[in-house]
């Protein structure tokens, strides 16, 4: 007897569930997000989206802020804006981050999020 799949007796493509979503607050001059950080990591990098937070993978461990400032540089390196823009507004000694992006063109910063958030 032979088995076949649901969806090729159907003939259409698997159901898969859609991307998971970045939560973005956008203001006049700055945009809110979260970052859930794996510090420790072989190569900086990210990771896709974790429960509506950015998730970035840094090399620095965390101790003295060194993961902290990594990831300020990480992300004003991605998103283009200069360092004193990036601000950790909650969760300096956590993993779970609230980042404050200052800036004159949120929504162009929120596509560059959205595009880091898809790599």
């Known amino acids: 007897?032979?088995?076949?799949a649901a969806s090729q007796l159907l003939g259409s493509a698997p159901v898969t569930d859609p991307p998971p979503e970045l939560n973005l607050e956008l203001?006049?001059?700055?945009?809110?997000f979260e970052v859930r950080v794996a510090p420790r990591a072989s190569r900086?990098?990210?990771m896709g989206v974790h429960d509506g937070?950015?998730?970035?993978?840094?090399?620095?461990p965390p101790v003295d802020g060194a993961a902290n400032k990594a990831?300020?540089?990480l992300l004003s390196k991605a998103l283009g804006v200069?360092?004193?823009r990036v601000r950790i507004a909650h969760g300096e000694?956590?993993?779970l981050k609230h980042?404050?992006?200052e800036t004159d063109a949120p929504n162009e910063v929120a596509s560059r999020l959205r595009s880091l958030a898809r790599r």
Do not use: G, N, P, Y
């Open 82 to 84: 200069s360092k004193s």
């Open 93 to 95: 000694h956590a993993r």
């Open 71 to 73: 990831l300020i540089k």
């Open 1 to 4: 007897m032979l088995w076949f």
């Open 99 to 101: 980042i404050v992006i």
């Open 44 to 46: 900086a990098q990210a």
């Open 53 to 60: 937070a950015l998730k970035l993978a840094l090399t620095k």
């Open 27 to 32: 203001q006049d001059e700055s945009v809110a």
